[in-house]
């Protein structure tokens, strides 16, 4: 037993100069592995998403201005219009998504 402990060396150093070696002094690249087409459509429904909230976030702030001058009826009737359409357009994407087979 204590000539296996006494033939043990600590190769720490040696292996991360191999390494730097094989690297060329670079961090190795990993690869992403290829998304399937339901996580690219999964994420693009994401997207959409977060931008609607940020529609309705905007539409909220601009509902609750109590300025009796400065009244955003124009934008306020644009925001509800944009926000209908991406309702509708979200509603379609997930539908597709929920018959989509996973990959």
Same mark, same amino acid.
């Given at each position: 037993?204590?000539?296996? $402990?006494?033939? &043990? /060396?600590?190769?720490?150093?040696?292996?991360?100069?191999?390494?730097?070696?094989?690297?060329?002094?670079?961090?190795?690249?990993? &690869?992403? +592995? +290829?998304? /399937?087409?339901?996580?690219? $459509?999964? /994420?693009?429904?994401?997207?959409?998403? @977060?931008?609607?909230?940020?529609?309705?976030?905007? =539409?909220? &702030?601009? /509902?609750?201005?109590?300025?009796?001058?400065?009244?955003?009826?124009?934008?306020?009737?644009?925001?509800? =219009?944009?926000?209908?359409?991406?309702? @509708?357009?979200?509603?379609?994407?997930?539908?597709?998504?929920? &018959?989509? +087979?996973?990959?």
């Amino acid at each position: 037993m204590a000539s296996m $402990a006494s033939a &043990r /060396s600590n190769r720490t150093a040696e292996f991360f100069a191999v390494a730097d070696r094989l690297c060329n002094g670079r961090p190795p690249r990993r &690869r992403k +592995p +290829p998304r /399937s087409d339901f996580a690219i $459509a999964a /994420s693009a429904v994401g997207r959409d998403l @977060h931008a609607a909230r940020e529609r309705i976030a905007r =539409l909220e &702030r601009l /509902s609750k201005g109590t300025s009796l001058f400065n009244d955003p009826v124009v934008e306020i009737d644009q925001l509800k =219009l944009l926000l209908k359409q991406d309702v @509708h357009r979200l509603g379609a994407a997930i539908e597709a998504l929920s &018959r989509a +087979p996973l990959d």
